[in-house]
């Protein structure tokens, strides 16, 4: 079985950081983050949809598809445990 992203980060490994960060933060806090990083995930799919839209047409095709193939993808899983984590925090915070 898998553990969560907020279990990893609890037992001190990837996303600690960001856990001890916002683990004593007010709910609305919390709220905002998880509002902010959703939105992140949104325009990193439309990078990934439409990336001359983000990036310039000058640019390498290999750094190009390195970013709509690599780069942004990573990023997204990583704001998805982000959310996750900071789920978790809120469930915590109000049983």
């Given at each position: 079985m898998?553990?969560?992203a907020y279990e990893i980060a609890k037992?001190?490994?990837r996303h600690?950081?960001?856990l001890l960060g916002h683990a004593t933060k007010s709910t609305g806090e919390v709220t905002r983050a998880i509002r902010s990083l959703r939105n992140?995930?949104?325009v990193h799919r439309d990078k990934i949809a439409n990336p001359?839209?983000?990036v310039s047409?000058?640019?390498p095709e290999r750094q190009l598809s390195h970013l709509v193939n690599q780069y942004w993808p990573k990023e997204i899983a990583n704001f998805t445990e982000q959310?996750?984590?900071l789920e978790q925090i809120l469930a915590e915070a109000d049983p």
């Open positions: 898998k553990s969560s037992s001190g490994g600690a950081g960001f992140q995930v949104e001359l839209k983000w047409p000058e640019l959310i996750e984590i």
